[in-house]
């Protein structure tokens, strides 16, 4: 019996994403506070980074990532609905909401029989190995019942994070002072992914899940 040398955590790939996507809008919204704008004009500019940074992945990508739309959609739509009630709150709050209907579409996968990180998976199987690696993985979903646990598992821990990140979210947003809630919100969301991250990762090779 061969033991397969599992394939080490690519931490630069997934930290830039996170990087552009909070450290940057961090950057600009307090540059643009401390230069006299206001809260919503400084949040709105802050959130055309990551709307550009997926839009982007969305039109070079060969297939459509369902995700990243609808992480666009949700964007826009919380932002109109922010402006139309004239609410810097709920604008900050937005982001709550869209961790939320991320976390419930995760916990539905696995209510569907289809966990989100299989799709997931598999795409990573086949940038690393081809079509027929990603193949071979995904298959193990129909082969090993723990295999199917531990998909299942990891999904809704991430599903049950981003609910709870979502709550905690909007409880800042309308607790602490305007100019507070992004630097407290950007850190909390980068202490639960990197605990989010790490299980994952831990619990995928202690069980010999990874793609």
């Known amino acids: 019996m061969t033991t397969e040398v599992q394939p080490k955590a690519r931490w630069g790939a997934v930290l830039a994403p996170v990087l552009i996507d909070l450290v940057l809008p961090l950057l600009i919204f307090y540059g643009l506070r401390r230069a006299g704008v206001g809260v919503v004009g400084a949040t709105l500019a802050g959130s055309v980074i990551p709307v550009v940074r997926t839009a982007y992945a969305v039109i070079r990508g060969s297939k459509v990532d369902w995700m990243a739309v609808f992480m666009i959609v949700a964007l826009a739509v919380g932002t109109v609905a922010s402006l139309a009630m004239h609410s810097p709150r709920m604008l900050l709050a937005k982001d709550g909401v869209i961790t939320a209907l991320c976390g419930l579409w995760m916990l539905g996968t ?32 129909d082969d090993e019942p723990r295999f199917r646990h531990g998909i299942r598992l990891i999904t809704i821990v991430w599903g049950v994070g981003l609910v709870a990140d979502a709550v905690v979210r909007v409880v800042i947003a309308y607790t602490l002072p305007l100019d507070s809630v992004p630097g407290v919100t950007t850190i909390q969301w980068i202490v639960l992914f990197a605990l989010l991250y790490s299980f994952m990762m831990i619990y995928s090779r202690k069980n010999a899940l990874l793609a």
Not at 118 to 132: F, N, T, V
């Open 110 to 141: 696995v209510a569907l029989g289809k966990p989100l990180l299989l799709a997931i998976g598999r795409g990573i199987a086949e940038a690393k190995r081809g079509k027929g690696g990603g193949e071979v993985w995904a298959r193990r979903w």
